[in-house]
């Protein structure tokens, strides 16, 4: 809370989230207030698109894809996932520690390689198999 | 099992997974010598190099990986035992379905009942947009890009620019960021972002990548190595703007700005193709102007999410071995499906309509919220959006089939906005 000319003002911030529920991608304005709590919603055309941003907003969470490098194997690397969705804000994070991480055939796809990764809940799979 | 005899039930030209959907399925329906034939090392196409989810959404209700996804069919394949030719060239295609192959083992030419072509698509190069400037090395299209990040396991810079804004470019952007590449822009020449809505929130949004809409890249320079490029406001006639000109420094620039269908085995067989697709004229029966050879998937026209080039794929396989075993021609173009107002293009071109549905994919030329799609006068359809960046479908069942008359010869379709 600002002080100003004897008036009070609260400091409030609006933050545009795409909605990805239908190829109108609205841009959905969350109104937020100091306490980053959701003061309004506007510019979207469905409830789909409303629960979608609201979500977004509160707990953003990707699945990450990426490579992994391999040990006595033919290929150079091996496409990984995580099998659930983690914070957004911790994908970075996620792929520093990936980076470190070596596997050998064999593997078969859907395979546990990192469990927990992070502590995220969210275990590192094979997404192909490695055979040689 | 390879196969020694040279005649064959059925050649499939490609292993992607059009590919292999058409080669799973004729094998389904009851074709015995089904070959595939794929120039790569593996099967698959392009999908072992897309390590990131989305597909498979609506064909197993599941959010997969490429790779995941490909593995799936390269297993149904396996199991029914379709012959598969890795690493094999396909010379040479002809009207009467002989396949000249040439690899390891030398030359053949394999005589086909039925052919379905299914090569996919390669990007647009440098070279095609005609970008003034040097000619260094760190100029890559963006697929040949993820390939070589997901595949070979090097990154192609560490500064890198890419120029457009379509669903390649956007996963690759994503993709450099996640280990620790400098994407410093993305430059599009329209107002708006090109590819898929979702890849745009994922990929752009989530990473906060520069984007540059309303510009153009007017030069490269650098030698041997790209050093930088050099970028430009357009006007509404999509020309650069003189004074608006701004260098950014990059040691690799990408290229995200369209795909090719890939026919010139199609077009040395006189197939038929369509100048606004860059694919075959098909019918739903995905049947080319050529008894026994189908086509299907990128070669035919661009898709946006391969669960729809795996049904197009398994309608070309079933029809090819109905040909087979019933020698339906198949040929006959009953109804013509014209562009109409705001559609860019509609597949197929000719719809015969003796079968119980048929599937439209269409694309629009301009974005369009509110708007009405109508094919002729047999069906209406209202849809929230449009964009040309995401593909339509649109379906006829019997009941819209019916309305069409005798003596019609062709269908308009339209996409208008709303009153």
């Known amino acids: 809370m600002q002080l100003r000319e004897g008036k009070m003002s609260v400091q409030r911030r609006e933050i545009e989230i795409l909605c990805i ?112 | 099992m390879v196969s020694t005899s040279n005649n064959v039930d059925l050649v499939v030209i490609g292993g992607g997974p059009a590919g292999l959907a058409a080669a799973y399925k004729a094998k389904e329906v009851g074709l015995d010598k089904v070959v595939i034939v794929e120039r790569g090392e593996e099967l698959g196409g392009l999908l072992p190099q897309c390590i990131h989810n989305g597909f498979g959404l609506t064909y197993f209700n599941k959010d997969m990986t490429g790779p995941e996804y490909a593995q799936r069919f390269i ?49 647009r190069t440098r070279e095609s947009l005609m970008i003034p400037g040097a000619r260094p090395a760190g100029i890559f299209t963006s697929g040949t890009a993820q390939r070589i990040i997901n595949i070979e396991g090097y990154l192609p810079g560490n500064e890198i620019v890419i120029l457009g804004s379509g669903d390649i470019g956007m996963i690759v952007a994503r993709r450099l960021v996640l280990e620790k590449v400098n994407v410093k822009a993305m430059v599009e020449i329209l107002p708006y972002v090109g590819g898929l809505i979702r890849n745009q929130a994922q990929c752009i949004n989530d990473f906060e990548i520069p984007v540059l809409l309303r510009h153009t890249i007017t030069n490269i320079y650098g030698m041997p190595r790209i050093e930088g490029v050099t970028v430009a406001r357009v006007n509404n006639k999509r020309q650069p703007i003189s004074g608006t000109e701004k260098d950014i420094r990059c040691d690799a620039l990408l290229l995200s700005v369209g795909l090719i269908p890939e026919n010139e085995l199609s077009r040395e067989a006189g197939i038929e193709l369509d100048p606004i ?127 069409i008359k005798e003596e019609t010869s062709e269908l308009i379709v339209t996409c208008k906005k709303k009153k």
Request: aromatic share 4%; hydrophobic share 35%.
């Open chain 2, 277 to 403: 697709t860059g694919g075959p004229v098909v019918n739903e029966r995905m049947g080319t102007n050529i008894p026994g050879i189908f086509s299907a998937g990128n070669v035919v026209h661009i898709n946006d999410l391969v669960d729809n080039v795996t049904i197009e794929g398994e309608i070309a396989g079933w029809n090819a071995a109905e040909y087979t075993m019933k020698k339906r021609g198949f040929t006959e173009h009953r109804i013509k499906l014209r562009n109409g107002e705001n559609i860019k293009y509609v597949t197929p071109q000719y719809i015969l309509a003796d079968t119980k549905e048929v599937f439209l994919s269409m694309r629009v030329k301009k974005p369009e919220e509110n708007v009405i799609v109508q094919v002729g006068d047999i069906l209406t359809k209202s849809l929230h959006a449009v964009r040309p960046s995401e593909l339509l479908r649109v379906k006829l069942s019997k009941k819209e089939l019916r309305r």
């Open chain 1, 21 to 132: 529920m239908c190829p109108v991608g609205c841009r959905g304005k969350i109104e937020i207030d100091e306490k980053s709590n959701i003061l309004k919603i506007s510019n979207l055309q469905c409830k789909r698109g409303e629960k979608y941003v609201i979500n977004e907003y509160k707990s953003p969470v990707r699945v990450i894809t990426a490579t992994v490098r391999t040990k006595n194997s033919v290929h150079s690397l091996l496409s990984v996932k995580t099998n659930k969705t983690i914070p957004k804000n911790r994908i970075m994070e996620c792929m520093c520690n990936l980076a470190k991480v070596r596997v050998h055939p064999p593997v078969r796809a859907g395979q546990v390689l990192v469990p927990n990764i992070i502590d995220t809940e969210a275990d590192i799979v094979a997404t192909r198999d490695l055979t040689e």
């Open chain 2, 75 to 123: 297993e149904k394949v396996s199991k029914l035992k379709v012959d598969v030719f890795l690493e094999t060239m396909v010379l040479r295609l002809t009207p009467d379905r002989k396949v000249t192959i040439c690899n390891r083992n030398g030359i053949r030419t394999l005589v086909a009942k039925a052919v379905i072509l299914t090569m996919g698509c390669r990007e």
